[in-house]
């Protein structure tokens, strides 16, 4: 089946800093979704791109639908401590299928 | 306007029982997905319902089944529990289910099989 290679799996940075995840794929998608998990909680929607080429920004978060429609990056300025989580990524490959996700990348945030 | 909700939120149980899961959408949301979530395997997409049909199906046994009902609200069902079925049980809603849609999670049920 489709497959989503997100990275990295895991990151540990300074607050202030900015951060960056991107997820590929040997596959097209339509719709790129990325998505925060709190412990304990489902994911919670933080942008989602509908064309290629798309750049959107969410307040510190800004997100780009690749030219190619096989990927995706995530960036965060100036990281907070509440910026702590899983993020995933999302896609959908066409029509009424179901979304694929990336295994997510675990962010740490040291103040 | 309310999230998607899920009860239980925890639950424990014993290899071989049965579990209900139940999951109501976000109101006016007709498409009900549900995914398995594990450290290993990350999230993974059980089926999909639509207007009380099923209408995309993940790689799951036979095992893992699932109904909605009229007012969108759906349940899925895991019988014969094996250890390997503990996990966060996650449902999200959408308007159609389609292409263009973003889904929206509810918070999960964390299922713990002993």
């Known amino acids: 089946g489709q497959q989503l290679n997100q990275s990295p799996q895991s990151m540990f940075i300074q607050e202030g800093e900015d951060v960056s995840m991107n997820c590929t794929s040997s596959s097209i998608f339509n719709t790129w979704l990325w998505y925060k998990q709190d412990p304990g909680e489902g994911p919670v929607l933080l942008i989602a791109l509908y064309k290629a080429g798309e750049l959107t920004s969410n307040g510190r978060l800004t997100a780009q639908f690749g030219i190619t429609r096989k990927d995706s990056f995530l960036n965060i300025s100036a990281s907070i401590p509440s910026d702590v989580g899983i993020y995933f990524c999302a896609g959908l490959p066409s029509g009424n299928t179901p979304l694929v996700f990336g295994k997510g990348t675990r962010l740490s945030v040291i103040a | 306007k309310a999230g998607v909700t899920q009860t239980p939120r925890y639950l424990i149980k014993t290899r071989g029982q049965q579990v209900t899961l139940s999951c109501s959408p976000i109101?006016?949301?007709?498409?009900v997905s549900w995914y398995q979530q594990t450290p290993g395997q990350g999230l993974q997409f059980l089926f999909e319902?639509?207007?009380?049909?099923?209408?995309n199906k993940g790689n799951f046994p036979g095992r893992f089944s699932g109904r909605q009902f009229s007012n969108s609200r759906s349940e899925m069902n895991v019988s014969t529990l094996e250890l390997g079925d503990s996990a966060l049980y996650l449902c999200?809603?959408?308007?159609?289910?389609?292409?263009?849609?973003?889904?929206?999670f509810g918070p999960g049920t964390r299922l713990l099989v002993l």
């Open positions: 999200a809603s959408s308007l159609y289910g389609s292409g263009v849609e973003t889904q929206y």
């Open positions: 109101s006016g949301h007709r498409s």
């Open positions: 319902y639509f207007s009380e049909t099923q209408r």
